[in-house]
C-alpha cells in the first residue's frame, strides 16, 4: 500500500506535549516536475506556518486554520484559489474545522466569492449554535461578519479554466480518469496542551453538478478531531469518503488499539475494496503519533515537529529539513 512511514511524536505523560502540524495537498497524478516543486514549496511553507503558532504556544485550531489558509492562498491547490470548476464553469468551495477539546465545529459548503473557506468556517465554529451553514445563508453569514466578498473571477485560474475543458472533451470520449479528480487541502496539528484540531478545504470535484457538496465540510467524512482519540483531515473521491465516513473510521481502528499507520491503511483499504475508491489522509493520535497515507497516485504532505520539517509528494519519498532552512 502506498504511503510514507514516518517517526512517531514522542511523548511522556504528564508533560508538555511535543507540539506537531501535518498538512495535505490532496490526492494527484501527473504533475510536471516545475509544478511538482511549487507543490512541494507550498506545503513545507504551510507546515512551517502553522508549526510556528504551536511553538509561540497558539492552539491546535489556529495553527490547522492558518495552515489551511495559506494553502487555500496558493493557486498550485484544489481550495480557495485555485479551486477546480463545475460545469457551468463556476466555484463552489467546501470547508470545515473541528476543536478536539470540546468537539465544536464549523462546516460551509457551496461558496463562491469568499478567498478563505476555513476562516468562514471557524467563524460558524465560533460565532453560532450551528455546525454547518451552506449556499445563500453561508453567503450571508460571511457578510454579516465582514468577511471581504471578492470576484469569483479572482479565484479562477487559466489552469483550472482548461483543466474543465479537457474534462468536458475527454468525458464526450468516455475517457474521464477517476484519479485526476482528486484535490483538496487540510491540516491536522496537536497543540503543547495536547488539544488536537483539524481543517479541511477543497474545490470538490471537476466538472461536478451545481450544488454537488463533497466530504470535505462534513465532519467524519473529510475529517474529525477529539482529544480523547485523534485528529484526521482526509483527501479523495468525495462521494466514496461519505460513503465509509473515512474520517471517522480510521479513528475508529485507532479506539480499537491499532497503530496510526494500521488505521489509516486499514480505512483506505476498506474504502478502495468497498466503493472502489482511492484517496488519503493525515492523522495524530492523542498520544501524539502521526502519519501521512494513501491510495491515490500521490499526495502532497508535510508534518512539522520539534525544529525538523518531513515532506514528501509520491511513495517513498520523505525528506527531512531544518526548519529554519
Ligand atoms: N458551532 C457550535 C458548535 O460546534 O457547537
Ligand atoms: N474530497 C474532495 C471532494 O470530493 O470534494
Same mark, same amino acid.
Not at 91 to 120: F, T, W
Not at 164 to 179: F, S
Not at 246 to 266: C, I, Y
Given at each position: 500500500?502506498?504511503? +510514507?512511514?514516518?517517526?512517531?511524536?514522542?511523548?511522556?505523560?504528564?508533560?508538555?506535549?511535543?507540539?506537531?502540524?501535518? !498538512?495535505?495537498?490532496?490526492?494527484?497524478?501527473?504533475?510536471?516536475?516545475?509544478?511538482?516543486?511549487?507543490?512541494?514549496?507550498? %506545503?513545507?511553507?504551510?507546515?512551517?506556518?502553522?508549526?510556528?503558532?504551536?511553538?509561540?504556544?497558539?492552539?491546535?485550531?489556529?495553527? !490547522?486554520?492558518?495552515?489551511?489558509?495559506?494553502?487555500?492562498?496558493?493557486?498550485?491547490?484544489?481550495?480557495?484559489?485555485?479551486?477546480?470548476?463545475?460545469?457551468?464553469?463556476? %466555484?463552489? =468551495?467546501?470547508?470545515?474545522?473541528?476543536?478536539?477539546?470540546?468537539?465544536?465545529?464549523?462546516?460551509?459548503?457551496?461558496?463562491?466569492?469568499?478567498?478563505?473557506?476555513? #476562516?468562514?468556517?471557524?467563524?460558524? =465554529?465560533?460565532?453560532?449554535?450551528?455546525?454547518?451553514?451552506?449556499?445563500?445563508?453561508?453567503?450571508?453569514?460571511?457578510?454579516?461578519?465582514?468577511?471581504?466578498?471578492?470576484?469569483?473571477?479572482?479565484?479562477?485560474?487559466?489552469?483550472?479554466?482548461?483543466?474543465?475543458?479537457?474534462?468536458?472533451?475527454?468525458?464526450?470520449?468516455?475517457?474521464?480518469?477517476?484519479?485526476?479528480?482528486?484535490?483538496?487541502?487540510?491540516?491536522?496539528?496537536?497543540?503543547?496542551? *495536547?488539544?488536537?484540531?483539524?481543517?479541511?478545504?477543497?474545490?470538490?470535484?471537476?466538472?461536478?453538478?451545481?450544488?454537488? !457538496?463533497?466530504?470535505?465540510?462534513?465532519?467524519?467524512?473529510?475529517?474529525?478531531?477529539?482529544?480523547? %482519540?485523534?485528529?484526521?483531515?482526509?483527501? *479523495?473521491? *468525495?462521494?466514496?469518503?461519505?460513503?465509509?465516513?473515512?474520517?471517522?473510521?480510521?479513528?475508529?481502528?485507532?479506539?480499537?488499539?491499532?497503530?496510526?499507520?494500521?488505521? +489509516?491503511?486499514?480505512?483506505?483499504?476498506?474504502?478502495?475494496?468497498? !466503493?472502489?475508491?482511492? *484517496?488519503?489522509?493525515? =492523522?495524530?493520535? #492523542?498520544?501524539?503519533?502521526?502519519? +501521512?497515507?494513501?491510495?491515490?497516485?500521490?499526495?502532497?504532505?508535510? +508534518?512539522?515537529?520539534?525544529? #525538523?520539517?518531513?515532506?514528501?509528494?509520491?511513495?517513498?519519498?520523505?525528506?527531512?529539513?531544518?526548519?529554519?532552512?
Amino acid at each position: 500500500m502506498p504511503g +510514507a512511514h514516518l517517526p512517531p511524536g514522542p511523548r511522556t505523560p504528564g508533560t508538555v506535549m511535543k507540539p506537531v502540524v501535518v !498538512v495535505h495537498g490532496g490526492g494527484a497524478s501527473n504533475f510536471s516536475s516545475e509544478r511538482k516543486e511549487r507543490v512541494r514549496q507550498g %506545503i513545507i511553507r504551510a507546515a512551517k506556518m502553522g508549526y510556528k503558532i504551536l511553538r509561540d504556544g497558539g492552539s491546535a485550531v489556529d495553527a !490547522v486554520e492558518c495552515a489551511v489558509a495559506i494553502l487555500e492562498n496558493d493557486p498550485e491547490f484544489n481550495a480557495g484559489c485555485g479551486s477546480v470548476l463545475n460545469i457551468n464553469g463556476d %466555484i463552489e =468551495m467546501d470547508a470545515s474545522i473541528m476543536d478536539g477539546k470540546d468537539l465544536s465545529s464549523g462546516a460551509v459548503s457551496a461558496v463562491r466569492c469568499i478567498a478563505n473557506p476555513v #476562516k468562514l468556517a471557524r467563524l460558524v =465554529m465560533d460565532k453560532t449554535p450551528h455546525c454547518f451553514l451552506t449556499d445563500q445563508g453561508a453567503a450571508k453569514f460571511a457578510q454579516d461578519m465582514g468577511v471581504q466578498q471578492i470576484p469569483v473571477e479572482e479565484l479562477i485560474t487559466t489552469r483550472n479554466k482548461k483543466h474543465l475543458e479537457r474534462e468536458k472533451e475527454e468525458l464526450g470520449a468516455q475517457k474521464a480518469d477517476c484519479a485526476k479528480h482528486l484535490g483538496t487541502v487540510g491540516a491536522v496539528a496537536m497543540d503543547c496542551r *495536547g488539544n488536537l484540531a483539524y481543517a479541511t478545504s477543497t474545490g470538490g470535484i471537476v466538472n461536478k453538478m451545481v450544488g454537488r !457538496v463533497g466530504d470535505s465540510p462534513c465532519i467524519g467524512s473529510g475529517g474529525y478531531a477529539d482529544n480523547n %482519540i485523534g485528529a484526521i483531515s482526509t483527501t *479523495g473521491h *468525495g462521494e466514496s469518503i461519505l460513503k465509509v465516513n473515512l474520517a471517522r473510521l480510521a479513528l475508529f481502528h485507532v479506539e480499537q488499539g491499532k497503530s496510526v499507520e494500521q488505521a +489509516a491503511d486499514l480505512s483506505l483499504e476498506y474504502m478502495k475494496s468497498r !466503493v472502489k475508491g482511492l *484517496g488519503g489522509l493525515i =492523522m495524530i493520535t #492523542k498520544t501524539g503519533e502521526w502519519t +501521512a497515507r494513501w491510495t491515490s497516485t500521490s499526495m502532497p504532505w508535510a +508534518a512539522a515537529q520539534d525544529g #525538523k520539517v518531513y515532506a514528501g509528494i509520491d511513495l517513498n519519498e520523505t525528506t527531512i529539513t531544518d526548519m529554519c532552512s
